[in-house]
């Protein structure tokens, strides 16, 4: 007889028929439970092996600074006491001049009244030898009237005087200065080459140095421009040559730095600045665990959306568990951080974790 068949044969009570059929789920869902558990471990396995760590290269640190846009050379321009007075200004308004133009004249009153006297004493002079017939008598007055002369002229070589310009450059001219009032100046000279006046924080300071290039940005256009410093001064900046300070560093001195600019469109005295320098070592710094050696060369894996390629790196020194490199990599670059005892393939699509994590 069949098994089947003694199965029908087998009469079971109710309790024993519903033991039977609980068992029988307890073990469907158990075995599909275990399946499916072997199933999400080999799952997760998968995705924990194509799963790794990000590294981004750092870049260099970046020195605020504020500036103010000065011309290379400015001068205000004075009528000298010796000279009088303001006579007149020959050069106009917001003109550009070059070196040794005329920009204005000046006059003496006194030494120009004492002109005049001079002049009415030779014509008198000249009348009386008219009236004098002896001939030693008109030399006389012939050697007086030569020695008024010789007076007149050199009283006319400082009676009038022009002053000219010391440099190239344009002319602003001083309204006030017409009022003849001295201490005020006739007229501003500046030239059109212009720099940076900067300031920066005692402890950027030593971080900055001569001939080191600088991004200047204009705040008010906001246009750019490479920079070079030329002066690094040592004594700090006091009072009103202190201006806003980007960095706030308040309770810091601050000292003032000279720039140079590669080019002088659109600028103009007075502009405020913003310019940031860089600190920091030639090299990139990156962990030794991202790097892979295969005889004398050494390669990374550089991250590219969620494929990595193989790049070979230029290796200057390893130190402390990383490693400084010259060559293969830049900053912002991401590489895959740790590939010790991993697998990891040229053009291998993988799962990045993690970001700037140095």
């Not at 309790?15 to 399946?35: C, N, R």
């Not at 760590?53 to 600074?65: A, N, V």
């Given at each position: 007889?069949?098994?089947?068949?003694?199965?029908?044969?087998?009469?079971?009570?109710?309790?024993?028929?519903?033991?039977?059929?609980?068992?029988?789920?307890?073990?469907?869902?158990?075995?599909?439970?275990?399946?499916?558990?072997?199933?999400?471990?080999?799952?997760?396995?998968?995705?924990?092996?194509?799963?790794?760590?990000?590294?981004?290269?750092?870049?260099?640190?970046?020195?605020?600074?504020?500036?103010?846009?000065?011309?290379?050379?400015?001068?205000?321009?004075?009528?000298?006491?010796?000279?009088?007075?303001?006579?007149?200004?020959?050069?106009?308004?917001?003109?550009?001049?070059?070196?040794?133009?005329?920009?204005?004249?000046?006059?003496?009153?006194?030494?120009?009244?004492?002109?005049?006297?001079?002049?009415?004493?030779?014509?008198?002079?000249?009348?009386?030898?008219?009236?004098?017939?002896?001939?030693?008598?008109?030399?006389?007055?012939?050697?007086?009237?030569?020695?008024l002369n010789k007076q007149v002229s050199n009283l006319n070589k400082t009676a009038y005087s022009?002053?000219?310009?010391?440099?190239?450059?344009?002319?602003?001219?001083?309204?006030?200065?017409?009022?003849?009032?001295?201490?005020?100046?006739?007229?501003?000279?500046?030239?059109?080459?212009?720099?940076?006046?900067?300031?920066?924080?005692?402890?950027?300071?030593?971080?900055?140095?001569?001939?080191?290039?600088?991004?200047?940005?204009?705040?008010?256009?906001?246009?750019?421009?490479?920079?070079?410093?030329?002066?690094?001064?040592?004594?700090?900046?006091?009072?009103?040559?202190?201006?806003?300070?980007?960095?706030?560093?308040?309770?810091?001195?601050?000292?003032?730095?000279?720039?140079?600019?590669?080019?002088?469109?659109?600028?103009?005295?007075?502009?405020?600045?913003?310019?940031?320098?860089?600190?920091?070592s030639e090299y990139r710094k990156i962990p030794s665990t991202a790097v892979l050696k295969e005889?004398?060369?050494?390669?990374?894996?550089?991250?590219?959306?969620?494929?990595?390629?193989?790049?070979?790196?230029?290796?200057?020194?390893?130190?402390?568990?990383?490693?400084?490199?010259?060559?293969?990599?830049?900053?912002?670059?991401?590489?895959?951080?740790?590939?010790?005892?991993?697998?990891?393939?040229?053009?291998?699509?993988?799962?990045?974790?993690?970001?700037?994590?140095?």
């Amino acid at each position: 007889m069949k098994l089947k068949e003694k199965l029908k044969n087998i009469k079971l009570t109710k309790k024993k028929k519903i033991i039977i059929a609980v068992t029988i789920a307890v073990l469907s869902i158990g075995g599909f439970s275990a399946y499916s558990t072997i199933s999400t471990n080999h799952k997760e396995q998968i995705e924990n092996e194509n799963t790794f760590g990000i590294y981004t290269i750092p870049g260099k640190e970046k020195i605020f600074m504020s500036g103010k846009v000065e011309p290379v050379n400015i001068k205000k321009i004075f009528v000298d006491g010796e000279n009088g007075e303001l006579d007149k200004v020959i050069v106009g308004n917001g003109k550009y001049v070059s070196k040794g133009t005329p920009l204005f004249t000046c006059k003496n009153k006194s030494q120009i009244n004492e002109i005049s006297n001079l002049n009415t004493q030779i014509s008198q002079k000249k009348k009386e030898k008219q009236s004098v017939v002896d001939e030693e008598s008109k030399q006389v007055i012939e050697m007086e009237i030569k020695e008024l002369n010789k007076q007149v002229s050199n009283l006319n070589k400082t009676a009038y005087s022009t002053v000219y310009a010391p440099f190239a450059g344009k002319v602003y001219i001083n309204d006030k200065a017409f009022e003849g009032d001295n201490t005020q100046p006739v007229l501003t000279l500046q030239t059109q080459e212009f720099y940076i006046k900067a300031q920066v924080n005692e402890r950027d300071s030593y971080k900055i140095k001569l001939n080191q290039i600088v991004e200047v940005t204009a705040l008010a256009t906001k246009q750019t421009y490479d920079g070079k410093i030329f002066n690094i001064n040592d004594i700090p900046l006091d009072g009103d040559e202190l201006s806003q300070d980007f960095s706030n560093d308040n309770g810091m001195s601050q000292y003032s730095v000279d720039i140079s600019l590669d080019k002088q469109d659109n600028l103009k005295s007075g502009l405020h600045v913003q310019l940031v320098a860089l600190y920091g070592s030639e090299y990139r710094k990156i962990p030794s665990t991202a790097v892979l050696k295969e005889g004398n060369k050494n390669y990374v894996f550089k991250l590219d959306g969620t494929v990595v390629t193989k790049k070979e790196i230029v290796v200057v020194q390893e130190k402390d568990g990383y490693m400084l490199v010259s060559n293969g990599i830049k900053q912002n670059d991401k590489i895959v951080e740790d590939i010790i005892d991993r697998n990891i393939l040229d053009g291998q699509e993988i799962k990045p974790i993690g970001n700037d994590l140095n």
